[in-house]
């Protein structure tokens, strides 16, 4: 395999962020996958000390909540908070998707906020919690077709429409949700607002029952005439604007998608290392491919694989860092991670057999988990319908 040294300012990080998923979610995570809807106590200490790392400097974009764009400026080089994010998220994965998505204040929402928000909201919505709130029954990925409405009346934006699939929905302080202004105008009207929790119009209809991370709740979220102030709105409410500030968040939270799914991958793969070992069949570096054991063969196709999607994800977070546009490369990595992953943990439960298949090992649940990966923030196929438009130069009206 080629080994990219990870950065040396993140290295004590990065090995903390393993330390934490090899000791707490890892051990945890049958558990919580059992126990659905029951919450991880063990994250609250886990948070507290995310935010103690971040207020310190240490743990700069520990997590999903210090996303945010960076301007390279004269310093050349700049290795920041979404490289950070990604390398910790891909060693917290290896532990535990669902306790992730779990973890307070470390929210999908926290990315949204982090990537529109004006330094006002910034400083005003630090510390919350935030889920996010996007499809609804009617609209899954394309997000351009939201049907939730804001109306502004007086210093008030009133919601109205109903969320599903709201990750962390029922546990957060805020939810981020994404409704239209105007319905008549189509996507240049789509903005998104936070909304706290209990505010009196928002109800949390019901938690799902989900194949796959299950340690995380996924919640239905009704909005009836829900006021919101002005000043809740992220961004601004300028249409002329359109949809790219809203979308601007898919850059930043496609990369960290793409992160939880190269490390459920990558604890799969170590782990059938391991019991092919164990049965035998070793992966031999230094021989051809076609000399391998027809396990070891596949083993190495999948490590490949593995790694293609691993230096996207880097690249994608890289750029963000960077100042650098990088639509494009957020969804080549999303869409690679994410299939790669899928494909990875269901061929490791394959090639382990009983093991494999059974509850003795965490493979069969790291095969569950990974499947949301490649749906949520964009489907492989509306990724790749991005991926498309970006090489062509077509807009969405010219390709469909």
Known sequence: ??????????????????????????????????????YPVELDMLAAMVDGLGASGTGS????????????????????????????????????????????????????????????????????????AITEPDCGSDSANIQTTARLDGDDYVLNGEKIFVTAGGRCDAVVVWATLDKTLGRAAIKS????????????????HKLGIRASDTATIRFENCRVPRSNLLGTADIDKGFAGVMQTFDNTRPLVAAMAVGCARASLELTRDLLSGAGVQVDYDRPIHLQPAAA??????????????????????????????????????????????????????????????????????????????????????QQLIVARRLLGKSSSELK
Not at 5 to 26: G, S
């Open 297 to 382: 063969a596949t083993y190495l196709s999948m490590e490949a694989d593995w790694e293609a999607a691993y230096l996207l994800t880097l690249q994608a977070a890289w750029m963000a860092d960077n100042a650098q546009p990088n639509s494009l490369q957020a969804s080549i990595a999303k869409a690679k991670a994410g299939r790669t992953a899928n494909e990875i943990t269901l061929r490791c439960v394959e090639l382990t057999g009983t093991l494999g298949y059974s509850e003795h090992e965490l493979l069969e649940k790291w095969s569950r988990d990974s499947k949301i990966l490649d749906i949520f923030e964009g489907t492989q196929q509306i």
């Open 193 to 208: 607002f936070v909304v706290i929790k209990d505010t009196p119009g928002m109800t949390v209809e019901r938690l799902e």
């Open 61 to 132: 974009g520990a997590g999903a909540s210090g996303v945010r764009r960076t301007s390279a400026g004269e310093e050349g080089v700049v290795n920041g908070s979404n490289l950070s994010s990604v390398l910790s998220i891909m060693e917290m994965c290896w532990g535990d998707v669902g306790l992730l998505l779990s973890m307070p204040r470390q929210g999908l929402g926290n990315s949204a906020i982090a990537s529109v928000a004006s330094d006002e909201q910034l400083q005003r919505f630090d510390g919350v919690w935030a889920a996010m």
């Open 1 to 38: 395999m080629i080994n990219l040294e990870t950065p040396r300012k993140f290295r004590a990080f990065v090995n903390q962020a393993h330390q934490v998923a090899a000791e707490m979610l890892r051990p945890n995570s049958r558990r919580y996958d059992l126990a659905e809807h029951e």
